[in-house]
């Protein structure tokens, strides 16, 4: 089983976000962060934290979801919003479960 992590950042905010947890994994992770008063939300097709994609990947590859990092990759784009151009870096990491 993968899962992908997305690194969302500007100048202004960073954000990540996880695709492909199972759903108590999902749950679990969702507690993890709204005790640590970590603005995150869960959409349909993916989980928002608004933190450094290190902290979430110093929890998955944790002991208690046992991911390892199986490949990393960056883009730069350029996004004009309201007449401004702002650079967003992208940085996405698959993660593999361990012992599979």
Do not use: P
């Amino acid at each position: 089983m993968y899962i992908l992590l997305t690194e969302l950042e500007t100048t202004s905010f960073t954000s990540c976000k996880i695709q492909g947890l199972k759903t108590d994994e999902l749950a679990s992770l969702e507690k993890k962060f709204t005790d640590l008063n970590l603005l995150n939300s869960k959409q349909e097709h993916f989980f928002e934290v608004d933190v450094q994609a290190i902290h979430v990947l110093n929890i998955l590859c944790g002991d208690d979801y046992n991911y390892r990092i199986t490949s990393q990759s960056m883009a730069m784009e350029k996004t004009d919003i309201g007449g401004r151009t702002i650079q967003v870096q992208k940085l996405v990491w698959t993660l593999g479960k361990q012992g599979m």
